[in-house]
T-cell receptor
Framework: GAGVSQSPSNKVTEKGKDVELRCDPISGHTALYWYRQRLGQGLEFLIY????????KSGLPSDRFSAERTGESVSTLTIQRTQQEDSAVYLC?????????????FGPGTRLTVL | RKEVEQDPGPFNVPEGATVAFNCTYS??????FFWYRQDCRKEPKLLMSVYSSGNEDGRFTAQLNRASQYISLLIRDSKLSDSATYLC?????????FGSGTKLNVKP
């Protein structure tokens, strides 16, 4: 079946511009996560959505970052007034969280370059 | 202190070798543990969950030591295709914490 998809796959933007990244999770997956991975680094948690509960935004690095999710489907991550340090791969993952399964399925990521 | 710490490597081993990675975690209340594999410029994929009693999947063996707060991954009979970065992952109250990864290079 279809996996997690993300768009765009690559985004080059100028410092100060806003960008919007999209994630389509696997159908039926109630949990959705956004991560940031800088070159040569591990994954940095950004935000977590679970069903209709309030999202866990504790990983968002600044108020320039925000994310939304429509029900249990598409999520968008918005970065306002981008800075060069925002350059990274942004990964989305979804999980069904059923039967004690915590496996996360990752999308291919959006590679963001801020010039 | 980081939630999850790993030796970044790289571990350079010949085909057929046995190699082991360790990972330590800081929160004793952590609930679940995993090893993910990440190929260069690709997304991470689940390799295996780690159970308290230890578990094996083919050439891969994972172990958990809650008292010492470390997790290990043993790879036997290494293949060229095992070359990747191995990420240690810990679940705390719905949040996953990823180590920075240990890079493995298996040479012919």
């Amino acid at each position: 079946g279809a996996g997690v998809s993300q768009s765009p796959s690559n985004k080059v933007t100028e410092k100060g511009k806003d960008v919007e990244l999209r994630c389509d999770p696997i159908s039926g997956h109630t949990a959705l996560y956004w991560y940031r991975q800088r070159l040569g680094q591990g994954l940095e948690f950004l935000i977590y959505f679970q069903g209709n509960s309030a999202p866990d935004k504790s990983g968002l690095p600044s108020d320039r970052f925000s994310a939304e999710r429509t029900g249990e489907s598409v999520s968008t991550l918005t970065i306002q007034r981008t800075q060069q340090e925002d350059s990274a791969v942004y990964l989305c993952a979804s999980s069904s969280r059923t039967s004690g399964s915590y496996e996360q399925f990752f999308g291919p990521g959006t590679r963001l370059t801020v010039l | 202190r980081k939630e999850v710490e790993q030796d970044p490597g790289p571990f350079n081993v010949p085909e057929g070798a046995t190699v082991a990675f360790n990972c330590t975690y800081s929160n004793s209340a952590s609930q679940s543990f995993f090893w993910y594999r990440q190929d260069c410029r690709k997304e991470p994929k689940l390799l295996m969950s780690v159970y308290s009693s230890g578990n094996e999947d083919g050439r891969f063996t994972a172990q958990l030591n809650r008292a010492s707060q470390y997790i290990s991954l043993l790879i036997r009979d290494s293949k060229l295709s095992d070359s990747a970065t191995y990420l240690c992952v810990v679940l705390n109250f719905n949040k996953f914490y990823f180590g920075s990864g240990t890079k493995l290079n298996v040479k012919p």
